[in-house]
């Protein structure tokens, strides 16, 4: 085993809610570093494979962090991680992969597809969502074994591009959920790409027939999507496509549900990176959280407007989580795992598998602050309840 010190409407034209310009400009255009690897069928080690993983109670004993753990299969990539309690959690990735974690052992559950999945969102009855595309959306009412997943009526019936996928899910308490992807074009009869509206948002509320689409931004690919309620949504991304002379640039625009559509309102990030990811405590603690080490905090102060915050890292950072304003744990590239303690971002150290690259981290989710998932690039980490220290 190895181990590292690791980082602890139809409108597009939106009202800004900034009271001055952000700061920063055009910076390096390259398309992402870090696409989610297909992992060959013998990649890794076989889960309980003498020698494959230490016991967890060995690795928290040896003072790290967050600790390998054995899973039943060889070793997809994992995009996402969520549960509803300790005991019904769920990780997805690529090939199709969707394991859940009964608080004992892990077992995989057919989903028929191949597809990457995306996103895992949930509610505390157990109800779980799986996104991988327009095409591919699952549902299930709680882990039953093979019977688990159900297809879902498709977003839009198409697939086969990057502006295609859905990344991002808010579930209203009401019922039904709210998906956000890279924009699509609704082209009704003999109309062309140019003169058609499109979408990037889509809901399916309660008691609904069908998806309703709408639209938060121009070019916006929605990344991620976070609510502290039902009268408050918050979606960031940035650029849904890339080119030599088109700027990235983070975008976070906080939206207000109507009955029939949602007034968004862009925010100032101060931020040209994309977000990646947002998760708050409330409406006045919110993270979002980006390229190069890109950290934002929204405390509704003042001029409104996102503060900048320094973390000791200059990786692509894809996930956020936390349990309140003094416990937020972010995880990105190169196995880079922050916390905030609610001064200050600091390293946690994780311990990663021998023979593979150090990964990149996509997910974080936990029941506590002492019952925290991480998953990644062939990977998936625990943090022991039993470990001291943040």
Not at 92 to 105: C, E, I, K, R
Not at 159 to 170: D, I, P, T, V, Y
Not at 290 to 298: E, F, I, K, L
Request: aromatic fraction near 10%.
């Amino acid at each position: 085993m190895r181990f590292m010190p690791v980082a602890l409407g139809l409108a597009w034209i939106l009202p800004s809610c900034a009271e001055d310009a952000g700061s920063g400009g055009p910076v390096d255009v390259s398309p992402d570093p870090s696409p989610i690897p297909e992992v060959p069928a013998d990649a890794g080690c076989e889960a309980g494979t003498e020698g494959c993983e230490p016991a967890l109670s060995d690795c928290a004993s040896r003072g790290f962090g967050f600790c390998p753990v054995a899973i039943p299969n060889k070793r997809p990539s994992f995009t996402s991680v969520w549960g509803s309690r300790e005991n019904d959690v769920w990780v997805g990735g690529t090939h199709g992969a969707l394991l859940h974690f009964d608080g004992t052992s892990w077992v995989q559950t057919p989903s028929d597809t191949t597809q990457t999945i995306f996103k895992i969102a949930g509610r505390p009855s157990g109800e779980v969502w799986a996104l991988s595309s327009r095409e591919v959306v699952l549902h299930s009412m709680g882990f039953a074994g093979d019977s688990t997943w159900k297809p879902f009526e498709p977003v839009e019936p198409r697939n086969g591009s990057q502006r295609e996928l859905l990344l991002a899910a808010w579930l209203p308490p009401e019922g039904g959920i709210w998906v956000g992807g890279g924009p699509y074009y609704l082209l009704p009869e003999r109309a062309t790409e140019a003169d058609a509206p499109t979408a990037n948002f889509w809901r399916w509320n309660a008691g609904a027939t069908s998806w309703t689409p709408s639209m938060t931004g121009k070019d916006f690919f929605v990344r991620g999507l976070w609510s502290s309620g039902a009268d408050e949504l918050w979606a960031v991304g940035g650029m849904s496509t890339y080119g030599r002379f088109t700027p990235r640039y983070g975008r976070a625009l906080r939206g207000v549900p109507r009955p029939g559509a949602v007034e968004w309102t862009e925010c100032d990030t101060q931020a040209w990176d994309d977000r990646h990811a947002i998760w708050g405590s409330s409406s006045d603690d919110v993270w979002a959280v980006g390229d190069r080490g890109t950290v934002r905090h929204w405390t509704n102060a003042t001029p409104k407007r996102w503060a900048i915050v320094d973390a000791p890292t200059k990786q692509h950072l894809r996930a956020v989580w936390g349990t309140g304003p003094n416990d937020v744990w972010v995880v990105g590239d190169e196995g880079t795992i922050l916390h905030y303690d609610g001064t200050k971002f600091e390293h946690v150290e994780a311990e990663f598998l021998d023979g593979v690259a150090v990964p990149n981290l996509r997910g974080v989710w936990g029941s506590s602050a002492r019952d925290v998932w991480i998953v990644g690039d062939n990977i998936v980490l625990h943090r022991n309840a039993r470990v001291e220290g943040p």
